[in-house]
Protein backbone atom coordinates (compact mmCIF):
# COMPACT_ATOMS: atom_id res chain seq x y z
CA UNK A 1 0.00 0.00 0.00
CA UNK A 2 1.08 3.32 -0.65
CA UNK A 3 -0.55 6.70 0.15
CA UNK A 4 -0.97 10.17 0.88
CA UNK A 5 -2.34 11.95 3.99
CA UNK A 6 -3.19 15.66 2.45
CA UNK A 7 -4.43 18.23 4.60
CA UNK A 8 -6.17 21.25 4.36
CA UNK A 9 -4.23 24.03 6.57
CA UNK A 10 -6.01 27.21 5.35
CA UNK A 11 -7.61 29.32 7.99
CA UNK A 12 -11.58 27.91 7.43
CA UNK A 13 -10.02 24.80 9.02
CA UNK A 14 -8.62 26.26 11.94
CA UNK A 15 -10.96 24.19 14.51
CA UNK A 16 -10.94 20.89 12.86
CA UNK A 17 -7.28 20.50 12.22
CA UNK A 18 -6.31 18.82 16.00
CA UNK A 19 -9.10 15.96 15.08
CA UNK A 20 -7.46 15.03 11.59
CA UNK A 21 -4.63 15.42 13.22
CA UNK A 22 -5.33 12.87 15.81
CA UNK A 23 -7.72 10.92 13.80
CA UNK A 24 -4.80 10.79 10.61
CA UNK A 25 -1.77 9.73 13.76
CA UNK A 26 -4.40 6.66 14.36
CA UNK A 27 -5.15 5.26 10.86
CA UNK A 28 -0.86 5.21 10.37
CA UNK A 29 -0.96 3.37 13.74
CA UNK A 30 -3.91 0.68 12.51
CA UNK A 31 -3.39 0.81 8.74
CA UNK A 32 0.49 1.44 7.77
CA UNK A 33 2.58 -1.38 8.39
CA UNK A 34 6.06 -2.17 7.44
CA UNK A 35 5.68 -2.55 3.90
CA UNK A 36 3.56 0.33 3.45
CA UNK A 37 4.83 4.07 2.70
CA UNK A 38 2.91 6.92 3.09
CA UNK A 39 3.66 10.53 2.60
CA UNK A 40 2.00 13.84 4.10
CA UNK A 41 1.17 17.09 2.10
CA UNK A 42 -0.40 20.41 3.12
CA UNK A 43 -2.25 22.83 1.28
CA UNK A 44 -3.35 26.35 2.12
CA UNK A 45 -2.12 29.27 0.71
CA UNK A 46 0.41 27.37 -0.88
CA UNK A 47 1.27 23.50 -1.13
CA UNK A 48 3.86 21.70 1.08
CA UNK A 49 5.47 17.95 1.07
CA UNK A 50 5.59 17.58 4.93
CA UNK A 51 6.85 14.03 4.63
CA UNK A 52 8.22 12.45 2.18
CA UNK A 53 7.44 8.43 1.46
CA UNK A 54 8.39 6.26 4.74
CA UNK A 55 7.20 3.89 6.68
CA UNK A 56 8.21 5.01 9.70
CA UNK A 57 4.93 5.60 12.10
CA UNK A 58 7.64 7.99 13.78
CA UNK A 59 7.97 10.40 11.14
CA UNK A 60 4.63 10.07 9.86
CA UNK A 61 3.67 11.21 13.60
CA UNK A 62 6.13 14.17 13.70
CA UNK A 63 4.96 15.55 10.47
CA UNK A 64 1.21 15.00 11.06
CA UNK A 65 1.94 17.04 14.15
CA UNK A 66 4.34 19.87 12.78
CA UNK A 67 1.15 21.20 10.94
CA UNK A 68 0.04 24.12 11.64
CA UNK A 69 -2.66 26.97 10.20
CA UNK A 70 -1.70 28.80 7.05
CA UNK A 71 -3.00 31.89 5.97
CA UNK A 72 -4.74 35.47 6.92
CA UNK A 73 -7.78 35.70 8.82
CA UNK A 74 -10.79 33.48 7.34
CA UNK A 75 -13.95 35.08 6.52
CA UNK A 76 -16.57 32.63 4.61
CA UNK A 77 -18.38 36.41 3.44
CA UNK A 78 -16.49 37.83 0.04
CA UNK A 79 -16.18 41.68 0.26
CA UNK A 80 -17.74 43.18 -2.98
Same mark, same amino acid.
Given at each position: &?? &????F? !?? !?? $?? *? #?????? +????? %??? *? !?????? &?? %?????????? #?? $??????? +?? #?????????I +?? @????? !??? @?
Open positions: &LT &LGIID !VS !VS $QE *N #LLDEEK +RSAKA %FVD *N !VITEKD &LA %FVISFGPDSR #LE $QDLTSSH +RM #LAEAIDDLE +RG @GVYSP !VTP @G
